[in-house]
């Protein structure tokens, strides 16, 4: 087994990672199947910061004979046993697993427990529908963070190179073999760093933005009638490395740099507010809304009926912003079992900067479930 180890720059922003970059180790594994019951492991990479400046130093453990991973099983956990946190792409998935299953088959009593973990490919899922790529490898993330390979090799291509690095006998060619299999792992685990960006989003869904302005528009709809609708501008207080936009017709926002901007369609329309205490109020047919008992004596008793919980409202037109849960108060509804919440946009609400953002928090929670 041979250690490789190096150093290099690579700027880093730690403002919105959730976790100590000193306190962390990256890794990455490389085998020669899926299966760690009939696959072989040959190499770990690991990288770790020095400083908070962009240095960073790596080891590589690589596997010169197939009977050498217990040995670096061995010398990878010896290596990371003082870090605190240990990040990874899809660990949770695959390495981690992968390494506990041939620990038990050499009896080694090595584990994770000790580590705080972080998974970039699991944090990167939360906004696949935003980066609108084509699927979630490591590659193809990083190409969307604007970092591209030089790789030669696929992941097949590189299990027949250490095959072939087994059973090379002339040294200077084993040496080739192990540097295109070391230089793609290299690749991984330098390529983490860069992902770290995708906590730049995370740290703004979170609710890291400053309210700045906001504008209704009027608009022509496709049936041909005049709309609303409603642009709310906030700063982020950390830019995001790359623009991500999604929604549907009804909401929408943009994140681009520190500028988020999030756009609802305004309901204008006449909707009804529905009294929780319906037994103490009357519905009047005649004129389509309740009122209160004790002020009934004023009508005429074939003119009213007991109200239900379903014709126990009054109503009122305006402007309204939808919510799918009680975020603002006093809500309305357009029938008594709709799903669909309603608050007036009102100067009252226009003017708080507090419920815009607590609003703007709860639109963006209704995008990521769509």
């Known amino acids: 087994m041979k250690q490789f180890k190096g150093r290099f720059q690579s700027k880093v922003s730690v403002e919105t990672i959730p976790f100590s970059l000193l306190e962390t180790v990256f890794f ?22 020095t400083d908070l400046n962009g240095n960073f130093e790596y080891v590589q453990f690589f596997a010169e004979k197939e009977e050498e991973e217990a040995l670096l099983l061995f010398h990878f956990f010896d290596t990371v046993k003082n870090f605190k946190n240990i990040a990874h792409f899809n660990g949770n998935g695959f390495d981690i697993p992968y390494i506990l299953t041939k620990c038990q088959s050499y009896n080694m009593l090595f584990n994770f427990d000790c580590f705080t973990g972080y998974d970039l ?24 963070f604007g970092i591209f390979r030089e790789e030669k090799y696929s992941g097949r291509e590189l299990i027949n190179l250490y095959y072939e690095f087994l059973e090379e006998q002339t040294e200077s060619k084993k040496e080739k073999l192990a540097a295109l299999l070391l230089l793609h792992n290299l690749q991984d685990i330098r390529g983490m760093l860069s992902l770290l960006g995708i906590y730049s989003y995370s740290h703004a869904f979170e609710g890291n933005f400053i309210f700045d302005s906001y504008v209704m528009n009027e608009f022509k709809g496709y049936d041909h009638h005049i709309k609303k609708e409603l642009f709310m501008n906030f700063t982020l207080i950390h830019s995001v490395p790359v623009k991500i936009s999604g929604g549907n017709d009804v909401f929408y926002f943009c994140m681009n740099g520190k500028s988020f901007k999030i756009r609802v369609l305004v309901r204008t329309d006449e909707l009804k507010f529905f009294y929780p205490d319906f037994k103490n109020y009357y519905y009047l047919p005649k004129e389509d809304f309740a009122i209160h008992k ?27 912003l939808p919510e799918y849960e009680e975020i603002i108060c006093p809500y309305f509804k357009a029938e008594y079992n709709d799903k669909i919440l309603y608050f ?16 703007a928090l709860h639109v963006l929670g209704l995008i990521k479930k769509m």
Do not use: H, M, W
């Open 28 to 49: 990455d594994i490389e085998t020669t199947g899926f299966a760690a019951k009939n696959s072989k492991l040959y190499l770990i990479g690991i990288v770790y910061a």
């Open 121 to 144: 490919y699991r944090e990167a899922q939360k906004y696949k529908t935003y980066f609108k790529t084509q699927n979630l490898k490591q590659k193809t993330l990083e190409e969307f």
């Open 294 to 320: 004790s002020v009934s004596f004023y009508v005429d008793k074939d003119y009213r009926t007991q109200a239900k919980a379903a014709t126990c409202y009054s109503k009122k037109s305006g402007c309204f």
């Open 344 to 359: 007036e946009a009102d100067p009252e609400f226009l003017s708080d900067e507090k419920r815009l953002k607590d609003y």
